[in-house]
């Protein structure tokens, strides 16, 4: 095996430091128990940043219209606990089916699409379903939402509350599901192709890698993880507007992946949360101007710390672990018995 893929091997093989976040999250549920509510919108928000990376960060698919999936997955939630079909967990799984549905359906057109060309459609789309979704207030209650959801508690145990007790844990055990499929799936020879496309796509052509299909694969898949933030989303709050299905929600989530480290998966939770929060504290600072503190800790982390965050933290660590010796064939020979 070459060293490039004997690294990214390394990189996403799973390890015992994973188990932090978990831990952090956790935590922060007995230490925090007022800010429940707050921390089930960050973690509804790691998941779509996740959705999102795999396509940016893994596949090297510029998109900007991912909100699309996102609002596509919280209407879906929403008009089937008015149809009577309040089950939580059957509910997030049919809504992020529809939005995997949409991305099998427009994938194939427009991923054939690169750089510019594709950023520009995918604002589009998302435009224009924004302003279908305003123009169907039938369907979608226009600018009112869709407001007073129920569901049932959650595995018929665990019931709904204001404080967002079970809001709270429900979304971080979705979380902790979808990183754990995400993760095997950016570590298997799939997510090598992917990687390999987002490096050099003509030389993965070369090679006969399908790689239309490929990206269309990860895109429907992203697309299902998006959906499922969306009706985790309704869920939650009870509530769909059109701010679901705004441009500026893909932008936002841009601009946590990039935060928090483009390419890593834990990025792309990092930055959610730093994100969120950051602006939770500069609007109760201001609530006109918290885009300024944002827009400081952006340019802070991409001038100062190449791979955002996470790569900040890494560098960090190396510098203040102890070096271990390199291990070469040369020196085995030599501590091998006869010598």
Request: net charge positive.
């Amino acid at each position: 095996m070459d060293m490039p893929n004997a690294r990214f091997l390394n990189r996403h093989r799973f390890s015992l430091w994973e188990l932090v976040p978990l831990i952090v999250a956790i935590g922060c549920y007995y230490l925090f128990p007022g800010y429940l509510t707050l921390g089930a919108a960050v973690l509804v928000m790691a998941i779509f940043a996740v959705s999102l990376d795999l396509v940016i960060g893994y596949a090297g698919i510029v998109t900007l219209g991912h909100s699309v999936f996102f609002g596509v997955g919280a209407y879906g939630a929403a008009k089937l606990s008015i149809a009577g079909i309040d089950t939580p967990i059957a509910a997030a799984l049919i809504a992020g089916a529809m939005a995997s549905l949409l991305a099998v359906l427009t994938g194939p057109f427009v991923l054939r699409l690169k750089h510019l060309p594709l950023i520009m459609v995918t604002v589009a789309i998302a435009a224009i379903a924004h302003e279908a979704a305003n123009k169907m207030s039938w369907l979608t209650g226009g600018h009112d939402g869709l407001p007073n959801l129920t569901f049932e508690p959650v595995l018929g145990l665990f019931k709904w509350s204001i404080w967002g007790t079970t809001s709270y844990l429900y979304v971080l055990a979705w979380l902790v599901l979808l990183v754990i499929i995400s993760r095997i799936v950016v570590s298997s020879s799939f997510g090598m192709a992917l990687q390999g496309i987002r490096q050099n796509e003509l030389r993965m052509r070369v090679m006969g890698a399908p790689v239309l299909k490929q990206q269309v694969i990860i895109y429907t898949y992203s697309a299902f993880l998006a959906g499922i933030a969306g009706a985790l989303y309704a869920q939650t709050n009870n509530f769909v507007s059109l701010e679901t299905l705004t441009v500026d929600l893909g932008v936002f989530a841009l601009a946590m992946i990039v935060l928090g480290g483009l390419g890593r998966i834990y990025g792309a939770i990092i930055g959610a949360a730093v994100y969120m929060i950051v602006q939770y504290l500069a609007q109760q600072w201001d609530p006109y101007f918290w885009m300024l503190a944002i827009g400081v800790l952006l340019v802070l982390v991409v001038r100062f710390g190449k791979g955002g965050l996470l790569g900040i933290a890494e560098k960090a660590w190396l510098r203040v672990r102890p070096a271990r010796p390199a291990f070469t064939p040369a020196k085995r020979e030599k501590l091998e018995p006869g010598e």
